[in-house]
Antibody, heavy 118, light 107 residues
């Protein structure tokens, strides 16, 4: 059974940093691309970033490019999102998602809430 | 970036109704379209991909169609558990983008 468990969310001040983690199990982690998708309170879904199975290729939404960094540790079956220079508008539930090679999302974690506020 | 526009933004329907939701892309996406269902406080769930392929375990009352820029999600006979918000997503090219969502409410 595929399981994705996010952690690392919390309250941070504007301009601050936070690192999210997603522990994966139930599948061969290195075989699949992974993504982060976020959802601001009461709003729709927004794709944030993706990383290839090997970690060699990364992709970002324009809204986070240059501020967020996605990475993965295959030895730990863990996906990361390093978030720097956080803004109020980054407040959202961040979901870790297992991506099909084409780019849609088969499985989602339960999400972790990031609140950026002074 | 490819913009995805869903219509309607919300609808009210009764159990047993046939419901259709439309998703329009700002450029052709070659059937690289997925549909998700999200219930309040829950995680999104994949329903269909490649515009019309049903994800394993999803009831057959859900179907998808379309081509080019225009796609539809149809629920043939709405059930009580189908009241939720539905999102389309294009994965033709990054940045992958979602529609704004369609909330299906009880009439």
């Amino acid at each position: 059974e595929v399981q994705l468990l996010e952690s690392g969310g919390g309250l941070v001040q504007p301009g601050g940093s936070l690192r999210l983690s997603c522990a994966a199990s139930g599948f061969t982690f290195s075989t699949y691309a992974m993504s982060w998708v976020r959802q601001a309170p009461g709003k729709g879904l927004e794709w944030v970033s993706a990383i290839s199975g090997s970690g060699a290729n990364t992709y970002y939404a324009d809204s986070v490019k240059g501020r967020f960094t996605i990475s993965r540790d295959i030895s730990k079956n863990t996906l990361y999102l390093q978030m720097n220079s956080l803004r109020v508008e980054d407040t959202a539930v961040y979901y870790c998602a297992k991506a099909h090679s084409s780019g849609f999302f088969h499985y989602w974690g339960q999400g972790t809430l990031v609140t950026v506020s002074s | 970036d490819i913009q995805m526009t869903q219509s309607p933004s919300s609808l009210s329907a009764s159990v047993g109704d046939r419901v259709t939701i439309t998703c329009r892309a700002s450029q052709g996406i070659s059937n690289s379209l997925a549909w998700y269902q999200q219930k309040p406080g829950k995680v999104p769930k994949l329903l269909l991909y490649a515009a019309s392929r049903l994800e394993s375990g999803v009831p057959s009352r859900f179907s998808g169609s379309g081509s080019g820029t225009d796609y539809t999600l149809t629920i043939s006979s709405l059930q009580p558990e189908d009241f939720a918000t539905y999102y389309c997503q294009q994965y033709y090219t990054t940045p992958w983008t979602f529609g704004q969502g369609t909330k299906v409410e009880i009439k």
